[in-house]
C-alpha cells in the first residue's frame, strides 16, 4: 500500500481481555517496528522485526505481550489479560533495507487501545 | 543508554513568525542520527527533518532548519514563516548508526506548538 496501515483506529476493551492489533507496513519494507505512546509521553520502543524474525524485542513489558511477522510483511501485536495501565496509542513503522544509513522510518496512524 | 530530552512542554507562535524548539541528548556514541517528528491530531508520526551526527553542516526542509551542536549535545528545531498547520505534537528523537540489531529510535516527551493567528 501506500503508507503503513494500521487496524483498528481505535479498540475498546474490557481489563482481561486479549487483543490484536495489526500493522500493514508499506510494499518492500523489510523492518519493522512497534512503540506504545501513553498519553503525554513520547513514543517507547516495544520491538523491531527484520523481516520474519524479531531482531530486538527488548521493550516488551512483559510476557502478556507478544508479537508476530509470520511472512515478513503484516505484524500482529498480541496483548493477553489485558490491564488498565495497556490503555496508550500503539504505533507501528516500517523501513528498508537495514545497514543503509538514513533509512527513514514511516508511521502508520496507530491504534488507540482504552481498557475499560 | 541515551537518552533524550525536551524540556519546553508547550509553545506558541505568531503565524508568519519563527519558532525554535529545544531538544538535548545523551551519548557515548561518536556516529548516529537525529530526528524531529510532527504529530498532527491524526496520530501519525511525520519525519520534519533528520541529521547525521558526522555532517557538520546543519540540515535544512524549506522552512525547517536545525541547530546542531554536537559538543554540546544540542539539537534545536527552527520554524521559519510559521504556517497554522503547524501546530502539533514535536518530538525529538535519535537513532544510532550500529549496523547491529539495536534500531529503535529513543524519543523526548514532546513539544506542543500552537500557531497564533
Known amino acids: 500500500g501506500a503508507g503503513v496501515s494500521q487496524t483498528p483506529s481505535n479498540k475498546v476493551t474490557e481489563k482481561g481481555k486479549y487483543v490484536e492489533l495489526r500493522c500493514d507496513p508499506i510494499?518492500?519494507?523489510?523492518?519493522l517496528y512497534w512503540y506504545r505512546q501513553s498519553l503525554g509521553q513520547g513514543p517507547e520502543f516495544l520491538i523491531y522485526?527484520?523481516?520474519?524474525?524479531?531482531?530486538?524485542d527488548s521493550g516488551l513489558p512483559n510476557d502478556r505481550f507478544f508479537a508476530v511477522r509470520p511472512e515478513g510483511s503484516v505484524s500482529t501485536l498480541k496483548i493477553q489479560r489485558t490491564e488498565r495501565g495497556d490503555s496508550a496509542v500503539y504505533l507501528c513503522?516500517?523501513?528498508?533495507?537495514?545497514?543503509?544509513?538514513?533509512?527513514?522510518?514511516?508511521f502508520g496512524q496507530g491504534t488507540r487501545l482504552t481498557v475499560v | 543508554a541515551q537518552t533524550v530530552t525536551q524540556s519546553q512542554p508547550e509553545m506558541s507562535v505568531q503565524e508568519a513568525e519563527t519558532v525554535t524548539l529545544s531538544c538535548t541528548y545523551d551519548?557515548?556514541?561518536?556516529?548516529?542520527?537525529l530526528f524531529w517528528y510532527k504529530q498532527p491530531p491524526s496520530r501519525q508520526m511525520i519525519l520534519v527533518i533528520r541529521?547525521?551526527?558526522?555532517k557538520q553542516q546543519n540540515a535544512t526542509e524549506n522552512r525547517f532548519s536545525v541547530n546542531f551542536q554536537k559538543a554540546a549535545k544540542s539539537f534545536s528545531l527552527k520554524i521559519s514563516d510559521s504556517q497554522l498547520g503547524d501546530a502539533a505534537m514535536y518530538f525529538c528523537?535519535?537513532?544510532?548508526?550500529?549496523?547491529?540489531?539495536?534500531?529503535?529510535?529513543?524519543w523526548g516527551l514532546g513539544t506542543s506548538l500552537a500557531v497564533n493567528p
Open positions: 510494499s518492500g519494507h523489510t523492518a
Open positions: 528523537a535519535y537513532r544510532t548508526t550500529n549496523a547491529g540489531n539495536n534500531r529503535k529510535l529513543i
Open positions: 513503522a516500517s523501513s528498508q533495507l537495514p545497514g543503509q544509513k538514513g533509512t527513514e522510518a514511516f
Open positions: 551519548t557515548s556514541e561518536s556516529d548516529y542520527y
Open positions: 522485526f527484520q523481516g520474519t524474525g524479531a531482531a530486538d
Open positions: 541529521q547525521e551526527a558526522y
